[in-house]
């Protein structure tokens, strides 16, 4: 299983996580663990983007976060998926077994693929999947 330590800047209610096609880390008990902190976790998801969708629930694997689902392959337009659930069946998930790992590396008209062709460095960056933190002053 996976193992973590909690970082006392999550039960901040100031900070927010965005993360981009994340797959699932933990198990079920990891992602209400997760969820009991007081911070804002939006998990975007592309339309049918493999990615999000390794790992799978079969083997015991969950998603934490509220998903926020680009439901268009071409498009932009986002569904907030429901946040009570670990795995919303109709959002990302309603596409299941059909997964397309191109998907990946396009969100809201970007192609993060092109970053990482034209700088390997620096575009990798772009392109990592660790989650942003981002604080929210109010």
Same mark, same amino acid.
């Given at each position: 299983?996976?193992?973590?330590?909690?970082?006392?800047?999550?039960?901040?209610?100031?900070?927010?996580?965005?993360?981009?096609?994340?797959?699932?880390?933990?198990?079920?008990?990891?992602?209400?663990?997760? +969820? !009991?902190?007081?911070?804002?976790?939006?998990?975007?998801? /592309?339309?049918?983007?493999?990615?999000?969708?390794? @790992?799978?629930? #079969?083997?015991?694997?969950?998603?934490?976060?509220?998903?926020?689902?680009?439901?268009?392959?071409?498009?932009?337009?986002?569904?907030?998926?429901?946040?009570?659930?670990?795995?919303?069946?109709?959002?990302? +998930? !309603?596409?299941?077994?059909?997964?397309?790992?191109?998907? /990946?590396?396009?969100?809201?008209?970007?192609?993060? @693929?092109?970053? #990482?062709?034209?700088?390997?460095?620096?575009?990798?960056?772009?392109?990592?999947?660790?989650p942003v933190l981002t604080n929210v002053v109010g």
């Amino acid at each position: 299983g996976v193992q973590t330590c909690a970082l006392p800047i999550w039960q901040d209610s100031r900070f927010s996580a965005f993360l981009y096609a994340p797959p699932r880390v933990g198990d079920v008990a990891f992602a209400q663990w997760a +969820n !009991s902190f007081r911070f804002d976790c939006a998990r975007i998801v /592309h339309y049918d983007d493999l990615v999000p969708h390794l @790992f799978p629930p #079969l083997q015991g694997y969950a998603h934490f976060g509220t998903e926020y689902w680009i439901d268009e392959v071409d498009g932009n337009h986002t569904v907030i998926c429901r946040s009570d659930l670990t795995e919303d069946p109709y959002c990302s +998930n !309603s596409l299941a077994p059909v997964y397309d790992l191109t998907q /990946h590396f396009w969100y809201y008209g970007v192609s993060y @693929f092109n970053c #990482l062709l034209e700088d390997p460095v620096n575009g990798a960056v772009q392109i990592s999947p660790l989650p942003v933190l981002t604080n929210v002053v109010g």
